[in-house]
């Protein structure tokens, strides 16, 4: 069974540009998640949406951060503009249901961004 | 609300020593646990999970860990380090309100020949 992909894996940006990550989940996935990971500290989650719906965006930074899962499977994270306190790793997970705290959520290797 | 609190976030120890790292948790609900591994620039795995059956969890790699609602506790042991088991570990904890996933700022563990 193929893991959940994500590019790219590295990215490096000046402060004000724009970028834009993409995240393919495990097939059959309904729920899928994009969280951030700053160097030192453990994955905070910045938005959780269940098939192409949003359950909870109530951490992303709206005026500079999107994402959208359009027809349900893969989705984008968009950052414009970029700020130097956005370089992190940003992390996609997927799990089969994600409507119970009990579903194991699969992690992909991530994307290191940084903004110089 | 939930929070996960990680005691020590480097953990040095010998090959073939016990290794203890340890989780406490906040959790106004029955709480679900987690402990993942990252091991260098690749994505979280998950080493095993607490939902409420048996309180002691067996995981992969040899790993296990006890939930202890007294101790609001849920620390990871393996009784023989491997030079392998080096990484950085992280504690989550959700519920049955969503899928959140709450982490702790994980505990770099140092495995010595």
């Known amino acids: 069974e193929a893991g959940v992909a994500q590019s790219p894996r590295y990215k490096i940006i000046e402060k004000r540009q724009s970028v834009a990550f993409w995240c393919n989940p495990i097939?059959?996935?309904?729920?899928l998640y994009w969280y951030q990971q700053i160097l030192g500290q453990g994955p905070k989650l910045l938005i959780q949406?269940?098939?192409?719906?949003?359950?909870?965006d109530s951490q992303l930074p709206k005026d500079r951060f999107s994402a959208e899962r359009l027809k349900g499977v893969d989705s984008t994270l968009k950052i414009q503009p970029a700020k130097l306190e956005d370089s992190a790793v940003y992390l996609c997970?997927?799990?089969?249901?994600?409507?119970?705290?009990?579903?194991?959520?699969?992690f992909g290797p991530g994307t290191r961004l940084t903004v110089l | 609300a939930q929070s996960v609190t990680q005691l020590g976030s480097h953990v040095s120890v010998s090959e073939g020593a016990l290794v203890l790292l340890r989780c406490n948790y906040s959790?106004?609900?029955?709480?679900?646990l987690f402990w993942y591994v990252q091991y260098p620039n690749q994505g979280l795995q998950l080493l095993l999970k607490?939902?409420?059956?048996?309180?002691l969890v067996k995981g992969i790699n040899g790993f296990e860990a006890e939930f202890k609602k007294s101790e609001t506790s849920f620390h990871l042991t393996k009784p023989s380090a491997h030079m392998s088991d080096a990484a950085e570990y992280f504690c989550?904890?959700?519920?049955?309100?969503?899928?959140?996933?709450?982490f702790g700022g994980g505990t770099r563990l140092m495995v010595k020949p």
């Open positions: 949406f269940q098939n192409n719906g949003v359950v909870d």
């Open positions: 989550a904890v959700s519920n049955n309100a969503g899928n959140m996933l709450t």
């Open positions: 097939s059959g996935h309904a729920t």
């Open positions: 607490y939902t409420s059956a048996a309180t």
């Open positions: 959790s106004s609900v029955p709480p679900y």
């Open positions: 997970a997927s799990s089969l249901r994600g409507q119970r705290g009990r579903d194991t959520q699969y």
